[in-house]
């Protein structure tokens, strides 16, 4: 494995994710206190989601022919604009822009061309037997980060409103950080070198004749086009589940239920992506026991029952208490699932694959904040976006399960 390469974009994932955390505590605050209506906010977070799929989709189908260092290095860039015209203007219509067009992060997730690039450059760097735990940490770093950043700008926020600034300057400081970061990412990756760049076209397990060319192939796929078609459907169906309780929206929705300060809130998602990261630790051994589609399925499972609980809680530690337990096992598919893409097509298409499944997920989760955001502005209707996600989720576990427990990575055989 080439160290020097593996240790950037594990950088670049601590600092990204850092970013998307710090931004997360903030943003449906940030745009509330712009005066912008709860469904006129969930409309924006859709279109950011959107936007981001479209754009995604482009960059990482292609980042295998125009160079995975370049694409990277454009999404930094595409990052630090949306979030300096999102500091700049309240217009609905220039954010709607910036929204579409940029990279921001409405969840505290990975959005943008990022994840997909790294993990192909990742899973071209190693060993089939090291691909999920390597993940797992990939993920733990991201986490953390995620944790951390929204702890530093919950207390950012705080501190600040403390010494007399207003909720809306206080916000703004935290949204002009998060373009700072970008330059910071794109400074980064450009001390990558050419080995994480794609491979020349190899017989691969699952795909054992000979390869179409990767021009002659639809957004980059070829051979594994029906597995990954069938994947992203599934992610689909899991994002939009997700889509209706992102992390702005789970801010939200304490502060509005139970009242907590944004100093407080700050503390409750860094306690809640701790717990995720470590748990992605646990995956990658329950995997090399059970098998990744068993450790995805069966890990994500009870945690969807916890979601739906949550705001049947009568007290605030109850509810508090409920998320983080379900933190600690809700993150146990995603190095699972992205180890599983990975594994079940060829080298060539790696970027693609992840890129095309990534992009489902972006579109499915697209549309459920603006669904959420109506469903928040209706008081009876506040906590309906848990039960819908929680079903959903449900539905989703089991299809994948259906139909993927025969499909065995290498590893596995």
């Keep these: 494995m080439n160290l020097s390469d593996a240790r950037l974009i594990f950088s670049a994932r601590l600092i990204r994710l850092f970013a998307y955390g710090f931004l997360s505590i903030a ?19 859709t279109l950011t989601l959107l936007g981001d799929a479209g754009i995604s989709l482009w960059l990482t189908t292609h980042a295998d022919r125009v160079g995975r260092k370049r694409t990277l290095i454009l999404g930094a860039v595409l ?42 450059a ?12 390597i993940f797992a940490w990939y993920n733990l770093v991201g986490s953390f980060a ?17 010494n007399h600034f207003t909720a809306l300057d206080s916000y703004r400081a935290i949204v002009i950080g998060y373009a700072f970061f970008g330059i910071l990412l794109a400074a980064l990756f450009l001390y990558l070198s050419p080995a994480v760049e794609v491979t020349p076209s190899a017989p691969h397990p699952l795909t054992p004749s000979p390869l179409h060319p990767l021009s002659s192939s639809r957004f980059g796929l070829h051979r594994s086009q029906r597995v990954i078609l069938q994947l992203s459907a599934l992610f689909a169906l899991d994002a939009f589940a997700g889509g ?29 992506n701790v717990l995720a990261g470590i748990s992605a630790l646990s995956a990658a ?35 508090v208490a409920l998320l983080l337990i379900r933190s600690s096992i809700s ?34 989760g697209a549309f459920a904040p603006a669904l959420s955001g109506t469903l928040l502005a209706i008081p009876a209707l506040i906590s309906a976006p848990f039960f819908i996600a929680g079903s959903l989720k449900i539905i989703y576990d089991l299809a994948l ?13």
Excluded at 34 to 42: C, F, H, P, Q, W
Excluded at 345 to 354: G, H, I, L, N, Q
Excluded at 401 to 413: G, S, Y
């Design 401 to 413: 399960f259906q139909q993927f427990r025969a499909l065995k990575p290498p590893e596995e055989k």
């Design 285 to 319: 051994r329950l995997a090399q026991k059970f098998g990744l589609v068993n450790t995805m399925v069966f890990t994500h499972l009870p945690s969807n029952v916890l979601l739906m609980l949550i705001p049947l809680m009568p007290h605030v530690w109850l509810a």
């Design 331 to 364: 993150q146990m598919d995603v190095p699972t699932r992205q180890s599983y893409t990975m594994a079940v097509v060829a080298p060539d298409e790696r970027s693609a694959a992840s890129g095309v499944t990534t992009i489902a997920r972006s579109i499915g």
């Design 146 to 162: 995620t944790a951390f950043g929204a702890l530093c700008g919950g207390a950012l926020a705080q501190l600040l409103q403390n």
């Design 27 to 45: 943003l449906f605050l940030y745009l509330s206190a712009r005066t912008l209506s709860d469904a006129a906010i969930g409309l924006l977070l």
């Design 79 to 120: 990052m630090t604009f949306a979030g300096i015209i999102f500091a700049l203007t309240d217009n609905f219509f220039v954010l709607a822009f910036a929204a579409i067009i940029g990279v921001i992060s409405p969840s505290g997730g990975e959005i943008g061309p990022f994840l997909s690039i790294e993990q192909a």
């Design 244 to 272: 209706f309780i992102v992390s702005s929206i789970l801010v939200y929705w304490f502060n509005q239920k139970f009242g907590l300060d944004v100093g407080a809130l700050g503390a409750l998602l860094f306690g809640a």
């Design 122 to 133: 990742l899973s071209q760097l190693l060993p089939d037997s090291q691909r999920t735990r």
